[in-house]
């Protein structure tokens, strides 16, 4: 089952848990992955935090987003969520992302157990740049390779994917989905809508409905619309929170569909075949 909830609907992340609560090439497949997770670091959760850096997000978006990451990680409310659990560890990479083959790590994979270990510097460190298309697929499809990759076991594992727009480039966004899901990865969404879409771009009025039905997937999946900017560093806090801590939002839920897709998972490959037209023309 999946299911979606607006910021508003999630406004004190601390009653849910009890409590008050740089750029690295991608990696290349490597023989003895299974032995190497058999032997593995033990931790709660293995969490890929996928950021959208392509050209449809402005530049206060992408500061505002970076911002909200890096303090989300090193928050309150978040390092709260980490002790609601005896010995509960989380295991963290951050990458960004844009066309497909253009993603890099941020933040490698780190154990992240109380204040002394939450670091997130090279966050606002790393220059902030901007990618062209959106791949949704090759983020998901990258995120699957670094857990394959990572030196650690978690009893779940969870990708956070962020974005502005659908997919229009690589693979089809369900395929990705479906792949990582069949692996027992759980992948939850933020949907940014802050903005009035134009139709000088791949941008759709109903994002939050497009990454219910087409982008997020496994158990308890769920996403977080974000349709205010004041709201977005507070929205990545209250979500990485509930990945954590393992728990789906309180508030306004609603099941998402489970048959047919309400909005079309190749409309952004659709709007960009049409852009391409109008520019030919």
């Not at 004190?12 to 670091?41: C, W």
């Not at 890929?48 to 402005?58: G, K, P």
């Not at 989300?72 to 990479?93: C, E, G, N, W």
């Not at 977005?232 to 047919?260: D, M, S, W």
């Amino acid at each position: 089952m999946r299911w979606c909830v607006s910021v508003g609907a999630v406004l004190v992340a601390g009653a849910i848990v009890g409590g008050d609560v740089a750029s690295i090439a991608a990696p290349s497949p490597k023989s003895g992955i299974a032995d190497a997770r058999h032997s593995a670091l033990s931790v709660n959760v293995e969490l890929v935090i996928a950021v959208d850096v392509s050209y449809s997000m402005d530049l206060d978006e992408l500061a505002i987003q970076r911002e909200g990451y890096a303090q989300a990680i090193v928050s309150k409310d978040f390092l709260q969520a980490l002790r609601a659990r005896p010995a509960s560890k989380v295991a963290l990479t951050y990458f960004e992302w844009s066309m497909s083959g253009d993603d890099r790590i941020i933040i490698p994979w780190r154990v992240i157990d109380g204040p002394e270990s939450a670091d997130a510097a090279e966050i606002m460190k790393t220059p902030i740049r901007r990618g062209s298309s959106t791949s949704i697929s090759g983020a998901i499809n990258f995120a699957v390779q670094l857990f394959e990759e990572n030196p650690y076991r978690g009893s779940r594992r969870v990708i956070d994917i962020s974005g502005d727009g659908p997919n229009n480039d690589g693979a089809p966004v369900t395929g990705a989905r479906d792949a990582a899901v069949e692996k027992g990865i759980i992948i939850n969404g933020l949907p940014i809508m802050v903005k009035e879409p134009s139709y000088l771009t791949t941008d759709i009025e109903n994002l939050d409905l497009y990454y219910e039905d087409c982008v997020i997937g496994g158990p308890g999946a769920f996403i977080m619309t974000i349709k205010d900017r004041e709201k977005f560093q507070e929205a990545i806090r209250t979500k990485l929170v509930l990945e954590v801590a393992g728990l789906a939002p309180e508030g306004r839920i609603v099941p998402t569909a489970e048959n047919e897709p309400r909005v079309s998972c190749l409309v952004g490959e659709e709007k960009w075949r049409e852009r391409g037209r109008r520019i030919m023309r």
